[in-house]
């Protein structure tokens, strides 16, 4: 069966220090990648997306990035953190055309102080 | 642009009885996906149910069921014999069919569902 892991699951980081947050998928290969974020009482943003090694799109202009060094390895990174980055970071995967559902992580609780 | 809308910002139900949830959805497109998350105080989102807009039949999945009305742009959730665990915020999502689209979820707002024992 297929999981999927996120770390760290909190994270407290001052303002202007760098971030990397890692998902990684278990049980399935070539799957699509997506980052959202969740802001408090609100809903899921989408951040960004892949659908293989290397290939990322961007949906919100932000300091944030992501890149996907293998096939089941996503990383959402920033050079120098907001207070605004503040949020729930969920991390979640799918198989495109196979199926439609997203499947999500366990999420990562960024504070930044 | 495709928008999802729920207008309960939180709701309450009794143990054992049965509430709906409310979902509207604004897309020009004909051919989509719709699903409904669980997302209970540990945060993970949880897949509860979905359902093919070409589907004229409700999708059923045990205690949960929607009432997909394609003409109306709805898509409410039906939580029947509510229990405890039932207690989360509730996510209503739409995806565009996957020819030319690479399947992002559009999310509302939630719904907060309490569940009184």
């Known amino acids: 069966s297929q999981t999927i892991h996120q770390w760290p699951a909190t994270l407290v980081q001052p303002v202007g220090s760098p971030l990397s947050l890692e998902c990684t998928v278990e049980g399935t290969s070539n799957p699509n990648l997506y980052w959202y974020r969740q802001a408090a009482g609100r809903g899921l943003q989408l951040l960004f997306y892949s659908v293989g090694i290397g290939q990322i799109s961007s949906e919100v202009p932000q300091n944030l990035s992501a890149s996907r060094p293998q096939d089941r390895q996503f990383i959402l990174s920033s050079k120098k953190l907001l207070l605004s980055d503040s949020g729930f970071y969920l991390c979640?995967?799918?198989?495109?055309?196979?199926?439609?559902?997203?499947?999500f992580g366990p999420g990562t609780r960024l504070t930044v102080t | 642009a495709q928008t999802v809308t729920q207008s309960q910002p939180e709701m309450s139900v009794q143990e054992a009885e049965t509430v709906t949830l409310s979902c509207t959805y604004d897309t020009s497109e004909s051919d989509y996906y719709l699903f409904w998350y669980k997302q209970p105080p540990s945060r993970q989102m949880i897949l509860v149910i979905r359902?093919?807009?070409?589907?004229?039949q409700n999708a059923t999945e045990n205690r949960f069921s929607v009432n997909f009305q394609k003409a109306a742009k709805s898509f409410s959730l039906k939580i029947s014999d509510s229990q405890l665990g039932d207690a989360a915020m509730y996510f209503c999502?739409?995806?565009?069919?996957?020819?030319?689209?690479?399947?992002?979820?559009?999310f509302g707002k939630g719904t907060k569902l309490s569940v009184k024992p």
């Open positions: 999502a739409y995806r565009s069919a996957p020819r030319g689209s690479q399947g992002n979820l559009i």
């Open positions: 359902q093919e807009a070409y589907k004229q």
């Open positions: 979640a995967w799918g198989q495109g055309a196979v199926s439609y559902e997203q499947y």
